[in-house]
């Protein structure tokens, strides 16, 4: 078993043991967004992201650990660091909010869109449609959905819950397989995963080669594996509007400065 199966596995045991009521939920949802993640990705105008230094787009991550990298930010300050994000220019928060292997919580996205207004989108391993209501319930502007976990007709079908609520999903690929799931499966937002989720290996050549045969129209974000500003000039050069940087950022002392590297401005 890998750990991703494991992760799998632990989360359909929380589903049953504790059902959430969707029901409830969804009488919760007050508010419904205008694909804000997407728009916020995309920039003021419209369209796909220009590809330049003021363009990059980075979506900027929280997370108190991971399997591969051990404890990061034990008991996170995530009001703090949202802060910090939204200062250096982040067009976005991904928080992970997976609780046994990453030590997140769902409780983050709220206090993470209320300290920074920035959108928000959750990350974990959506399996059944009513954590994505979940999601939506806690505030999240988008979710991601795991091509590996799913099939093309029930990432259409999560992707058509999305759109009731106005929100986004970000669809994560890791190979030709996956990337042809998510383009069949109707996804507008195509993320590329450059870690192995069974070796753990990180290789920014994934995202390089997998760009090459998605569909123009779809926003494209790279995921892992970034720590500079080459790195993102180097997956800008290949056709990426947008970076999910979580690691790297985290580890800083000034985060808001190593934000503002990645995008390529200068410290102030």
Do not use: C
């Not at 034990?74 to 292997?101: H, K, L, N, Q, W």
């Not at 030709?176 to 050549?205: M, Y």
């Amino acid at each position: 078993m890998t750990i991703l199966d494991d992760i799998v596995a632990r989360t359909r045991g929380r589903l049953a043991a504790s059902p959430p009521d969707e029901g409830a939920l969804r009488r919760s949802i007050r508010e419904k967004r205008d694909y804000r993640f997407a728009r916020a990705l995309a920039g003021t105008s419209g369209g796909r992201p220009p590809h330049s230094e003021n363009g990059v787009r980075i979506i900027a991550e929280i997370k108190a650990a991971s399997p591969s990298a051990g404890p990061i930010v034990p008991d996170p300050d995530v009001e703090a660091i949202a802060r910090a994000y939204r200062d250096g220019g982040a067009a976005a928060v991904s928080v992970v909010t997976e609780p046994e292997f990453f030590r997140g919580s769902r409780d983050w996205i709220a206090r993470v869109h209320s300290a920074s207004a920035l959108p928000v989108i959750m990350k974990d391993f959506v399996i059944e449609p009513v954590q994505l209501i979940e999601g939506i319930a806690a505030g999240a502007d988008a979710i991601l959905l795991i091509a590996s976990l799913l099939d093309a007709q029930t990432i259409a079908k999560f992707i058509a819950i999305l759109d009731e609520y106005g929100r986004d999903a970000l669809v994560e690929v890791h190979d030709e397989r996956e990337l042809q799931k998510a383009i069949d499966g109707g996804a507008r937002l195509i993320g590329v995963n450059n870690r192995d989720l069974e070796s753990f290996k990180v290789d920014l050549a994934t995202s390089e080669r997998l760009a090459k045969q998605m569909p123009r129209d779809v926003i494209r974000v790279a995921e892992s594996g970034i720590a500079t500003s080459a790195d993102v000039q180097r997956l800008v050069a290949a056709g990426f509007d947008a970076f999910l940087v979580g690691e790297s950022l985290l580890r800083q002392n000034d985060r808001s400065a190593a934000v503002r590297r990645l995008r390529g401005g200068r410290e102030t």
